[in-house]
């Protein structure tokens, strides 16, 4: 599961925050996905808040948006990775599927989706997707 610093450990501001948390794949792994990178941030605001208030929660809403991808798209399970840069977070979400994810029509008042992608987009400062034979691995750099 995930590597997290102890919450009495004192962290410099020279250290690299980074954590890794693995999940089956299940709907509830999308909750837990984003407890895991609300932890993430907890750690990492004790020595380097963010910059404005909402950055906070525009992590937790990407992370939420990857997993909630990842559950309903891929098979199998998929592994949250987050690390603080030098100006903000990088957020890597892997699953199993080697199909990229594609804008779909976003059509209000229809229950069927559209906006997580476009959505992350807006958000984030940069967006890539890389595809292997064992899936594919979506890269999220956000400001802190």
């Known amino acids: 599961m995930a590597t997290e610093p102890r919450w009495d450990d004192k962290l410099t501001s020279e250290e690299t925050y980074t954590q890794t948390t693995e999940f089956a794949g299940e709907p509830s792994d999308v909750t837990g996905s984003r407890l895991a990178a609300e932890a993430f941030l907890v750690v990492l605001t004790r020595a380097s808040p963010p910059a404005e208030p909402e950055r906070w929660d ?51 008042g229809r229950n069927d989706g559209g906006v997580g992608w476009h959505l992350i987009h807006t958000l984030c400062d940069q967006v890539s997707v890389v595809t292997t034979e064992k899936g594919k691995d979506i890269h999220v750099f956000m400001p802190w």
């Open 58 to 108: 525009d992590i937790l809403l990407v992370v939420t948006e990857l997993a909630a991808n990842a559950v309903q798209y891929a098979p199998g399970p998929f592994t949250l990775y987050m690390r603080r840069t030098f100006d903000g977070v990088h957020v890597t979400m892997h699953d199993t599927s080697t199909t990229p994810p594609a804008p779909r029509p976003f059509r209000p």
